[in-house]
């Protein structure tokens, strides 16, 4: 039998890592990243189209309070497509951050169409937070106690 010395100790264990490692990124999670960017900068380059036509409403026509309104609208798109974008952008790099927010869009958006009686446009946000809180895990959320 050879083994160590009586009266000596094995060599100590290297400690755990201080973080643990970015996890793959789920293919449901990427297609969610990829149509909310799409849908980003359609809603950027729409809300510059609306601001574009409201200025040139108000230019040519001179309808001043109709050209504010159209302005206003246009930043309020441009603003939910910037926002859109950044979620996507989070999603695609797996942010604790984006998977609230996407429960929270999608949430409000299940209330909107419950609430105007879409029964169509429920189908994709129920869909994606269900699917959202199946996988939270991928995004350090609700992670199960050490030792369960």
Same mark, same amino acid.
């Given at each position: 039998?050879?083994?160590?010395?009586?009266?000596?100790? &094995? !060599? &100590?264990?290297?400690? &755990? !890592? *201080?973080? /643990?490692? !970015?996890?793959?990124?789920?293919?449901?999670? $990427?297609?969610?990243?990829?149509?909310?960017?799409?849908?980003? #900068?359609?809603?950027?380059? /729409?809300?510059?189209?609306?601001?574009?036509?409201?200025?040139?409403? =108000?230019?040519? %026509?001179?309808?001043?309070?109709? /050209?504010?309104?159209?302005?206003?609208?246009?930043?309020?798109? #441009?603003? @939910?497509?910037?926002? $859109?974008?950044?979620?996507? @952008? =989070?999603?695609?790099?797996?942010?604790?951050?984006?998977?609230? %927010?996407?429960?929270?869009?999608? *949430? @409000?958006?299940?209330? +909107?169409?419950?609430?105007?009686?879409?029964? $169509? =446009? #429920? @189908?994709?946000?129920? +869909?994606?937070?269900?699917? #959202?809180?199946?996988?939270?895990?991928?995004?350090?959320?609700?992670?199960? &106690?050490?030792?369960?």
């Amino acid at each position: 039998m050879s083994g160590p010395p009586a009266g000596t100790m &094995p !060599p &100590p264990m290297a400690p &755990p !890592p *201080a973080y /643990a490692p !970015p996890q793959r990124r789920p293919i449901g999670v $990427t297609i969610i990243a990829i149509l909310s960017g799409l849908g980003g #900068l359609v809603g950027i380059f /729409a809300g510059i189209a609306i601001i574009g036509l409201a200025a040139l409403v =108000g230019g040519l %026509v001179g309808f001043g309070v109709l /050209a504010a309104l159209g302005a206003a609208l246009g930043v309020i798109v #441009l603003l @939910i497509g910037l926002v $859109t974008l950044a979620v996507a @952008i =989070g999603l695609w790099r797996m942010r604790s951050w984006a998977w609230w %927010v996407a429960i929270i869009v999608n *949430a @409000i958006s299940i209330l +909107i169409n419950v609430a105007s009686v879409q029964w $169509t =446009g #429920l @189908i994709f946000p129920v +869909i994606i937070v269900l699917y #959202l809180v199946v996988i939270r895990d991928k995004f350090g959320i609700g992670g199960r &106690p050490a030792g369960m």
